[in-house]
């Protein structure tokens, strides 16, 4: 059964809204109902980029596009700027933005695309969004990605928070699609947008991203009243700092924390909190093993992608994938501490990057902070670190290193400290 018709299926006779959005709902009825999209120009195998967001046009399309056995890639205007690199990578060979379709000529060979096209199986490509090198186009068999919403589960009213070319924000979608669910879509991603779609249209939960929830902190408005319908907010794709969840538990005893964990290599998996206010995780799931060599997680999954249609594979023979993520382990509980690339050698002496991080966050007055080893002559390596004041507050630098000398050991005192903006990304900008 295609795509479209498994979802109309399962929305049959049923006309609640589906989508929430600034214009108002739809129902998933008036989704599949309204003027398509000519794909006439899309046939099985080929590889479409689509640019768009969670809007009704987007997500027929998408959903259309996968029933046709399209091999997708999801595109936002955000990236428009690599866009070219992304067509190269992904060989696309048809874009549709909006109703407009076009046709490339690209090359169409390559041995993960044939799999999927002799299977005559839909396919997703994302692109990763790691700091270094350039982005991976990453290609998962969306039959299995499909596979974990054939278990019906509960829903709440979900804020998409997360991007039309993230794999949360797919996620999201697909979770509440086949799960009779309601999705909001916001206006734009900004602090106050986000509060203001949750209060007016009643979200229940808050997929985010810990830069967001600095943001809200800085922003002062959680004092001018947060929307009572929030009941859950989790936090994913980046690491998260104790300071800031003890905060926020603080400020929202209401609210249920959770931390989530994915990587577009191997979907999203499951995760279990040790308490609101913990950064423990349990991870696993069907399918799911997880083990850990020298301090480093590694997991091996059933819904891993295809593979990197740019770069070589990064499984091993037995099918494990090093995440580079550094954990600390309490029982069957871990916390992820950092990445691989994050260490810093000083005089012989590795630590953690976010250890420094972590203890200049306790500073008063202090809303973000970046550690980065240098170049040392003497000792190989030094700490220096920058830090973002809140607003409406002055930070000596002379005080904040006494302030981290008395709390960490002389190698890992930062023998710099500026006071600077702290780069958060162009996707989570205060305006």
């Known amino acids: 059964m295609e795509l479209l018709e498994q979802l109309s299926e399962i929305w049959e006779g049923d006309e609640s809204a589906f989508l929430v959005h600034s214009s108002g709902s739809l129902s998933f009825s008036q989704i599949r109902e309204q003027s398509p999209v000519d794909l006439s120009k899309v046939s099985n195998g080929d590889v479409v980029a689509i640019i768009g967001d969670f809007d009704p046009q987007s997500i027929q399309t998408l959903i ?24 190269d990578s992904a060989l696309v060979n048809v874009v549709v933005e909006g109703a407009r379709v076009e046709t490339r000529n690209q090359p169409l060979s390559n041995d993960l695309l044939d799999f999927l096209r002799k299977e005559s199986a839909p396919g997703l490509v994302l692109f990763s969004t790691g700091t270094t090198g350039r982005p991976k186009a990453i290609l998962h068999d969306f039959r299995s990605f499909l596979r974990k919403f054939e278990t019906p589960r509960p829903t709440l009213r979900t804020l998409n928070f997360l991007l039309f070319d993230h794999i949360g924000g797919i996620n999201t979608l697909f979770h509440t699609l086949f799960n009779k669910g309601v999705v909001i879509a916001p206006e734009s991603r900004t602090v106050e947008v986000i509060l203001d779609t949750c209060a007016r249209f009643g979200a229940e939960v808050i997929p985010t991203t810990p830069t967001f929830l600095r943001l809200l902190l800085m922003s002062g408005l959680i004092q001018k009243g947060f929307p009572p319908s929030v009941k859950i907010i989790t936090y994913g794709t980046e690491l998260m700092d104790e300071p800031t969840l003890l ?184 305006s």
């Open 247 to 430: 905060e926020l538990c603080s400020a929202l005893p209401e609210v249920d924390f959770r931390q989530t964990f994915g990587m577009s290599e191997l979907g999203i998996v499951r995760v279990k909190s040790e308490a609101r206010d913990s950064l423990f995780m349990k991870i696993g799931g069907e399918g799911v093993e997880t083990r850990v060599k020298e301090n480093v997680l590694q997991i091996r999954s059933s819904t891993r992608m295809l593979g990197y249609l740019n770069e070589s594979s990064p499984f091993d023979e037995e099918g494990w994938y090093d995440s580079r993520d550094v954990v600390e382990l309490k029982g069957d509980f871990m916390k992820i501490t950092g990445r691989t690339g994050d260490v810093i050698n000083v005089g012989g002496l590795k630590f953690m990057a976010g250890e420094v991080e972590r203890e200049a966050l306790g500073y008063p007055g202090v809303l973000l902070a970046k550690a980065v080893g240098r170049r040392n002559p003497v000792t190989g390596q030094h700490v220096e670190i920058t830090l973002q004041a809140r607003e409406g507050v002055t930070i000596n630098p002379s005080d904040v290193s006494k302030y981290l000398e008395a709390r960490l050991p002389p190698h890992m005192v930062p023998i710099k400290i500026s006071i600077s903006e702290v780069s958060v990304g162009h996707r989570f900008k205060k």
């Open 64 to 87: 259309r596009l996968f029933s046709l056995g399209a091999i997708v890639v999801p595109l936002t205007s955000d990236t428009r700027s690599q866009h070219e690199y992304f067509f």
